[in-house]
């Protein structure tokens, strides 16, 4: 039962353009979310996170965005570099220690 | 600066051996993780650690033990490997936080190849 899922395992983009990642998620005891982003050959890296309290939280290109109602989050990474390319993961967690990841999308940016 | 260490990144092995993987994190974290990547399936908790000689069992343990005598360092064991273990495998370690959770950090990963 995949409580956290990612239904685009891919995602190309232009350079300087937006890229939109999504995520849904089943559980509702999760109250803080995670995203993470991943290289080849790394172990993944925190990228930016946010509280259930809130609807929207930016850390410079990146800005997290989320709906409880409709179980969605999404990240948005404006402007786009090819640096970006990587896959990203959501995360979610429900009060404890465990936190839940989703199966990541590939995020290709075209120079 | 956070740094989780595993023992190794790419590890061969025979169906039926005994597997340890090991990691060490240095930054006196609570908190201690073991997951696989596959293809298609994200990163799957196999088990966590709050303390040590403290485990909790995750989402896919068996197959699995883990080990935990000190607080950086946490083991986690195939008993007898098998080809569906085949996978990487990747250890992440975090602070206890009363709510909510603070971010994990990885280290990069063993590729283990049961044959």
């Known amino acids: 039962d995949q409580q956290v899922k990612q239904n685009s395992p891919s995602l190309s983009v232009q350079e300087g353009r937006i890229s939109i990642l999504n995520c849904d998620y089943t559980?509702?005891?999760?109250?803080?979310f995670l995203w993470y982003k991943k290289y080849p050959a790394e172990g993944p890296t925190f990228l930016i996170s946010?509280?259930?309290?809130?609807d929207k939280n930016e850390d410079g290109r990146f800005t997290v965005f989320l709906n409880k109602s409709a179980k969605h989050l999404s990240l948005h990474i404006v402007p786009s570099q090819p640096g970006d390319s990587a896959v990203y993961f959501c995360?979610?967690?429900?009060?404890?220690?465990?936190?839940?990841f989703g199966t990541g999308t590939k995020l290709q940016v075209i120079p | 600066d956070v740094k989780v260490t595993q023992s190794s990144r790419y590890l061969v092995k025979r169906t039926g051996e005994k597997v340890f993987l090991e990691c060490v994190q240095d930054?006196?974290?609570?908190?201690m993780f073991w997951y696989r990547q596959d293809p298609g399936l994200g990163l799957r908790l196999i088990y966590f650690?709050?303390?040590?000689?403290?485990?909790e069992k995750g989402d896919i343990p068996e197959g699995y033990s883990v080990s935990r005598e000190k607080k950086e360092r946490f083991s986690l064991i195939l008993e007898s490997a098998s080809t569906n273990q085949t996978s990487m495998y990747l250890c992440?370690?975090?602070?206890?936080?009363?709510?909510?959770?603070?971010?994990?950090?990885f280290g990069p990963g063993t590729r283990l190849t049961v044959t």
């Open positions: 992440a370690s975090s602070l206890v936080v009363r709510s909510g959770s603070y971010e994990q950090y």
């Open positions: 946010i509280s259930s309290i809130k």
């Open positions: 559980n509702s005891m999760f109250d803080y």
């Open positions: 650690s709050y303390d040590v000689k403290m485990k």
């Open positions: 930054m006196d974290h609570e908190n």
């Open positions: 995360a979610a967690s429900g009060g404890y220690q465990k936190v839940t």
